[in-house]
């Protein structure tokens, strides 16, 4: 890591610790009357001692260590794998079947001489599963460019096209195959959830993808593509965060990924250190989190509240 | 010539040209059984000053004659027909000379329609020299490059399911076309292209390949992702074999009309008998042959086989490669004593310029039989990447697999299944004792729950491979009584624990009645109960031919087929060794990491299986 990756990583840490001190500040604030708010210029001007209440609304709250500490830990944890992640130690990721999966699906595609399809969801931009579905077709469209394989990307949300087009067309280039690239393949369908489903079924049945990647957020229309997909024959992957539609993607789909796989997929797939570092050091965070749940639940049944009072937020 | 019919056939001669030396068997119609007779050898003639095979195989038949006192032989060539106590009823053959059948294969997808591919070509008995495909991240001109290098005996073109990709293909074809190779053998000749892909692509291919190679158009090897269809391929291989690598080959046309049967290539040979067996015996099985230049490892899961050729593992020739592949410590991890790594290093290079030696004493012994284990363990992980089952296909899923979701494409080798392990090669058949090569192959494959093992006496599989096309009844009997030793079963639970921790109770109970070899002899019909602690290996006397039933209490964490702590009973057929115990715990398997202890636990076990004689 460079000494400016350290320098904005730190300025941001600085910048988390300065906002877990400025509620504190804030409330000082309003808890006062406005008289002590505002200084007394009459004493200011006369040297007297500034008022004991504004002293009192500094930056720093001490009842917010609490919140200091994680944030700090969690920074620690991160750059703590990131450093060993860059310095080529190798960070063990669990094999992820539906991620593995992408390149076979895109093999078979290739032998079957058929298009693979890859639907982005049905949300904008704003949402964070839009994001990693676009990070993932990066990665989809490097494969397919290497393999020689048509890529279709229909889209429900207008302002994802551009997005999905400047990420396909990345991928074939990263590839080496910028001719290769067919903008007209980065279809807009429709804003219109069910309507955009509509479409992207008379894809599946017209044109008869051979791999079909279910990768974003989705709602209703998960089982009507999945089902749609499965009775042509092709292969499909899908993966979203939305829990609630996780069970129609594992019937009717070849792989799913469950949850934070979704989320896990953009350091997986490229490899990349320090996204693998990241990764790790959220997983670490996580089981922390997860170890004082366990810890207060004990304390707590036994009576010790200070661990559960310590973490509480005020 | 014509084949004459099974029931007529009452001897039958048989050799396998190898690249060093020509073995040639007789084999007669005892009573009911057939049985071999006695078995020759003579160095192969394939080469320089000779260039004619035909004089190995006289010489080798000759052996056989003197030695079993039966005219087969009629000036310069093999009596066909068996009469008034001459000649062979039937003569057939098998050939690796010249460094066997080389192929290149090709397909789409590498892991698809190149890993079909390349499991056509072994299975039909090739070593497959490289594998090219649209995937497989070389430029083109490196591709060129790397097939004019080759120069192999044929090719395998696939790729594309029937109705799938034509454009993979018709690159895939340009490329070959755009290299021009020639054949290794035969200067003039045009290269075998065998065509086992998609049906639409056939006119394309013949347009670009049909003037500049020996095109042949067969069925796809892959209709459908879903199925290999392999065998049409494979019969086109041994076709192509015969009418171009062997008509080319030195003397060979010779030797093509002695044999009614087609010369099958020697490692297809060795993978049609232990197909056969599985198939007979309705059990997984294992075959490994190693050797001085290559490794095959031949098996049969759920009644699909599998060979794959480890072409730089060998015990000679390519006995630094294994160093290399190995890496010095894990091969210092099987030696039972102190040795220096520049010693070390040093005797292997020797045993690599000076390949025809063999070890003189008993260090040296102990240490060939480390690397041996570490080349065999190489091979099968080699052979487990292969072995796998499709990939690209469709999965039905349930609600169930939400958690659980396997990927295709798995290998099937699975060695809780496994019923028997056969070895072959000169470290494993020639090993001053035969529990050398027990312990070698339960090192070097690490069988799970209860294994048959089994050694080739004389290397002869290849010749009751090619028997078992024309006379199943007599390879199969052969191979039983005369070609495998039986060393015993090997019964290892999976899982691990503590060192001196409560393992496996065993009781063994022999079977009355049945005959006995050896010193296991005086102990039929007895009860023998052993229990055994983590860490430890035993041996439990049961001799060829001796039967016995064997009650396996594993303990808490411990699997010996039927499920964790769970009992099993279970019959066994005896063996030159016995029954072997071995406790050291599998997934994982892990020998100490400290090289005083690990000294230490290599002796004890060596002890435990009388391995080795005493070190003075």
Known sequence: ?314 | MSVPKPEDVTSILATDCGSTTTKAILIEKKGDEYRLIVRGEAPTTVEAPFEDVTKGVLNAVREVEELAGRKLLSGESILSKAEDGEGADIYISTSSAGGGLQMMVFGVVKAMTGESAQRAALGAGAIVMDVIASNDGRLPHEKIRRIRQLRPDMILLSGGIDGGTTAHVAELAELLSAADPKARLGAGYMLPVIYAGNVDARDIVSERLGEKTALVLTENIRPVLERENLQPARHRIHDLFMEHVMAHAPGYKKLMNWTPVPVMPTPAAVGKIIETIAREEGIQAIGVDIGGATTDVFSVFQTVFNRTVSANLGMSYSISNVLAEAGLENIMRWIPFRVEEKDLRNRIKNKMIRPTTIPQSLEELMIEQGIAREALRLAFEQHKSLAVGLKGVQQERTISDTFEQSSSGETLVDLRQLGMLVGSGGVLSHAPRRAQAAFMLIDGFLPECVTHLAVDSIFMMPQLGVLSEVHPKAATEVFKKDCLIHLGPCVAPIGAGKEGVECLQVRLEREEGAASEGKAAKAKGTTESLSLKFGQMAVLPLGVGERGRLVLNPSKGFDVGAGSGRSLETKVDGGVVGVVLDCRGRRPFQLPSNEGERVKKLSEWNAALNVYPERK
């Open chain 1, 1 to 314: 890591m460079n000494r400016v990756e350290c320098l904005l990583i730190i300025a941001t840490f600085l910048l988390f610790a300065s906002l877990a001190g400025t509620p504190a500040m804030a409330r000082a604030e309003s808890d006062a009357s406005p008289e002590e708010i505002l200084p007394d210029t009459t004493s200011a001007q006369a040297g007297a001692p500034a008022d004991p209440a504004s002293q009192a609304a500094v930056w720093f709250d001490p009842r917010r260590v609490n919140l200091l500490v994680i944030i700090g830990l969690f920074f620690f944890l991160v750059l703590l794998f990131i450093r060993k992640a860059v310095r080529g130690r190798s960070l063990y990721v669990r094999k992820i079947t539906g991620l593995s999966a992408i390149e076979e699906a895109i093999g078979r595609a290739t032998e079957m001489g058929k298009a693979v399809l890859y639907v982005p969801g049905i949300d904008d931009v704003n949402n964070i599963q839009t994001i990693y579905s676009m990070v993932i077709l990066g990665t989809v469209a490097k494969l397919v460019a290497r393999y020689e394989t048509p890529l279709i990307v229909p889209v429900c949300k207008a302002f994802v096209v551009p997005l999905a087009e400047e990420t396909v067309k990345q991928g074939y280039l990263d590839a080496g195959h910028p001719d290769a690239y067919n903008p007209d393949n980065i279809r807009y369908l429709s804003d219109e959830q069910f309507a955009f489903t509509a479409g992207v079924d008379g894809i599946m049945l017209r044109e008869k993808p051979a791999a079909n990647l279910f990768l974003g957020s989705f709602f209703a229309e998960s089982l009507i593509l999945a089902e749609t997909g499965f009775s042509t024959g092709a292969i499909q992957i899908a993966g979203t965060a939305n829990i609630h539609q996780l069970p129609f993607f594992v019937v009717a789909c070849d792989y799913t990924l469950i949850g934070e796989e979704f989320f896990a997929a953009t350091a997986y797939l490229s490899d990349e250190p320090k996204l693998v570092g990241t990764l790790k050091g959220s997983d670490w965070m996580k089981v922390f989190v997860m170890g004082a749940l366990i810890v207060g639940a004990i304390l707590e049944t036994f009576g010790v509240t200070a661990f559960t009072r310590w973490l509480t937020v005020q």
